[in-house]
């Protein structure tokens, strides 16, 4: 059973780099209850599939799955959302996501504070707008 789990999160992994999103999302629903590990990551991978494929609510939804699915929700589970919602030109979703975030005492690295930059660069009208990302 234990290979079968790596097999799964790999192929999930493996939709997440090819940018196959529905692929990833597909795999990621036959893992059922593999464990806590396992299961943050293939949930990561999926957001990120979605971030890759242009699909920003769907990575955002999968992220909003993961609390009451009892899977932890790390520091790349931000940061994936956050690069979706970049990607999205939606940065409403980036900020609320860089703000929950630390309330939920959540790490926040450089690349969590510049996608949410980013975010603002492309969407206009946000607050961060005139604050220079980390390490520029």
Not at 3 to 19: C, H, L, P, Q
Not at 67 to 88: C, D, L, M
Not at 106 to 134: D, K, W
Request: aromatic content about 6%; glycine content about 14%.
């Amino acid at each position: 059973v234990e290979v079968s789990r790596i097999s799964s999160n790999a192929a999930v992994r493996g939709g997440e780099k090819g940018g196959q999103w529905q692929k990833a999302l597909e795999l990621r629903g036959t893992m059922g209850q593999a464990s806590g590990e396992m299961r943050t990551t293939s949930y990561n991978a999926a957001i990120r599939a979605c971030e890759n494929g242009g699909e920003w609510q769907r990575a955002l939804a999968i992220m909003g799955t993961m609390g009451w699915a009892s899977v932890e929700v790390s520091t790349i589970s931000y940061n994936a959302a956050i690069s979706a919602g970049e990607k999205g030109g939606e940065w409403q979703k980036a900020v609320a996501l860089l703000s929950t975030m630390g309330q939920a005492s959540v790490e926040m690295r450089t690349i969590s504070y510049n996608a949410a930059f980013s975010a603002c660069e492309i969407g206009g009208g946000c607050p961060l707008r005139n604050v220079r990302p980390l390490g520029s």
